[in-house]
């Protein structure tokens, strides 16, 4: 069933909205691939989540993976919305494996055909010992689905991540295909508004 016809079904009930946010800026001076447990929040991320809180209402609760920059940010939000705050290691970032830790300049160097492998399938490829982005959608659409389902008519945020947020949004865009994410750009401490009526979505705010 498209959106017109669930509207032209009668008066749908009042959305469930989930706001996604990404914790940052964080301290990673340079540039290198982390996941779990991550990096802490630089000060200038603390700062712009203060600011983000007061731009949310009515939010009834914080999610986020355990993640450091996340843990940290999903409590700085919780507190100030004055809501709970749960953390999901299933929300976690694509763990980098052999990656973790290095700059794409020398994951290119050490593994330049895996590169060219990863450049031709992004979303199935995982690095040595890390995962794919169809991996981490196995693991976190579950979650994204069930909290949806405890918040009918409610409002929550989640602060995600690249990888997590993309999955996300394909709950309101089923036709994107995981690997072209990256065209909704997603910055830190910004806010993407997603409307569901029922299973159904829509892309009610962007970055911002």
Do not use: I
Request: overall charge neutral; hydrophobic content about 40%.
């Amino acid at each position: 069933m498209g959106m017109l016809a669930r509207f032209l079904d009668g008066t749908p009930p009042p959305p469930t909205r989930l706001w996604l946010t990404r914790a940052g800026p964080v301290e990673n001076p340079q540039g290198v691939l982390y996941s779990h447990p991550g990096r802490p929040l630089a000060p200038a991320g603390r700062a712009a989540l203060a600011a983000l809180a007061a731009r949310l209402e009515a939010v009834v609760h914080v999610y986020a993976p355990d993640s450091r920059a996340e843990a940290e940010a999903a409590q700085l939000l919780a507190e100030r919305l004055g809501a709970p705050c749960t953390l999901e290691p299933a929300l976690r970032e694509r763990a980098w494996g052999a990656w973790e830790g290095l700059d794409f300049a020398t994951v290119r160097r050490r593994w330049p055909e895996h590169v060219e492998r990863w450049k031709r399938d992004e979303a199935g490829f995982a690095p040595p010992g890390g995962e794919s982005l169809e991996d981490v959608r196995r693991r976190a659409r579950p979650v994204l689905e069930e909290l949806l389902q405890r918040h009918d008519g409610e409002a929550v945020v989640l602060v995600g991540n690249c990888t997590v947020n993309r999955v996300a949004l394909q709950l309101v865009l089923p036709f994107l295909p995981l690997e072209q994410g990256l065209r909704f750009e997603q910055n830190y401490a910004e806010l993407t508004e997603l409307r569901f009526y029922g299973p159904d979505g829509v892309l009610a705010r962007l970055n911002g």
